[in-house]
C-alpha cells in the first residue's frame, strides 16, 4: 500500500499547485490593474479556488503521513523538516496575504462604488506594494525546499538506529552508491554463509541497503548514512536463491537482486 499512498500524497500535491497557481496568477496581475471592478473580479476568481486549495492540502497530508507510518519513516529528519517547512511557509503566506487582499478588496469595492474616500493614487500604490512579492517569494522558496528535501532525502542527523551490523565476517560482497543509484543491479554471493557486504556511499546523501525476501519479508536493515564513508555490514547466512536489496531512504529509484548460490 506505500505505492498508493505516495500516489494520493502527489495527487493533492497536483491538487494543490493547481489550485494556488490561480492564486499565484491573480496576484501578479493584479499589480497591473487599475479598474477597481476588474480588481475586484479577479479576487473573486482567486476566492473561488480556496475549498479547492484546502481540499488538495488535506489530501496531501493525509497521504503523505499514512505513506510514512507505511514505510517507517518517521524516523528520518527529512520528513519532519518537510512538514515544518510547510507548516511555516502556509502560516506565513496567509498572515502577509489575508489582511493585504481583504484591504485591497474594500478599497476596490469602494471605489467602484464612486466612494471618494481613496485615491486612485493611493489605490495604485496599494496594487504596487511589495507584500505580493514577498509572498510569491515565500512560496516559491518553500517548495523549492521541500522538494529537495523529498528528492534528496537527507537525514539530517536524524535517522533510525539499527545496532549490530557494522561488523565484518565472512566472505565480502561489494557495493557502491552514487547519488541516487547503486553502481550495479545484481550480487553474487555464497549461500548458507555469513557474509560481509562492504557498502561504500560516495555522496553526501543519505542511503542504506536492506535485504528482502521475494515476498517483501525484510531479512537484513542496514543503518543509514551520509558519505563519503563506508561500512561493513554483517549479513547473516541466507539460504540458496534469490533475494532483492534496496536502499530505504530511496526505495524506488535504488534497487537490485542478490543471488546467494
Not at 565472512?170 to 550495479?184: C, K, M, Q, R, T
Amino acid at each position: 500500500m506505500y505505492q498508493w499512498w505516495v500516489f494520493v500524497h502527489i495527487a493533492g500535491v497536483f491538487g494543490l499547485l493547481v489550485s494556488h497557481g490561480v492564486s499565484m496568477a491573480v496576484t501578479f496581475r493584479l499589480r497591473a490593474e487599475r479598474d477597481p471592478a476588474r480588481a475586484v473580479t479577479l479576487l473573486e476568481i482567486s476566492s473561488s479556488t480556496i475549498t479547492a486549495f484546502y481540499v488538495s492540502l488535506a489530501v496531501l497530508l493525509l497521504g503523505g503521513i499514512v505513506a510514512a507510518f507505511d514505510g517507517g519513516l518517521w524516523g528520518y529528519g527529512w520528513i519532519w523538516a518537510s512538514l515544518g517547512t510547510l507548516a511555516a511557509v502556509t502560516v506565513a503566506m496567509y498572515a502577509l496575504a489575508r489582511p493585504y487582499y481583504h484591504r485591497i478588496r474594500l478599497v476596490a469595492l469602494a471605489l467602484a462604488e464612486g466612494s471618494r474616500a481613496v485615491t486612485p493614487e493611493q489605490f495604485e500604490k496599494l496594487l504596487k506594494a511589495p507584500q505580493p512579492l514577498s509572498i510569491a517569494g515565500i512560496g516559491f522558496a518553500g517548495l523549492a525546499v521541500i522538494l529537495y528535501l523529498m528528492l534528496f532525502k537527507p537525514t539530517l542527523g536524524m535517522a533510525p538506529a539499527v545496532p549490530g551490523q557494522t561488523t565484518g565476517g565472512g566472505p565480502e560482497v561489494a557495493l557502491e552508491a552514487s547519488e541516487l543509484s547503486f553502481g550495479v543491479r545484481r550480487l553474487t554471493a555464497p549461500a548458507d554463509e555469513r557474509l560481509t557486504l562492504r557498502f561504500s556511499n560516495d555522496s553526501s546523501v543519505a542511503h542504506n541497503v536492506s535485504i528482502y525476501r521475494r515476498d517483501g519479508e525484510p531479512l537484513f536493515t542496514g543503518e543509514v548514512f551520509t558519505g563519503p564513508r563506508v561500512i561493513e555490514y554483517a549479513i547473516p547466512a541466507l539460504a540458496a536463491g534469490s533475494y532483492q536489496f534496496v536502499c530505504d531512504v530511496h526505495p524506488q529509484q535504488m534497487t537490485g537482486t542478490l543471488v546467494a548460490r
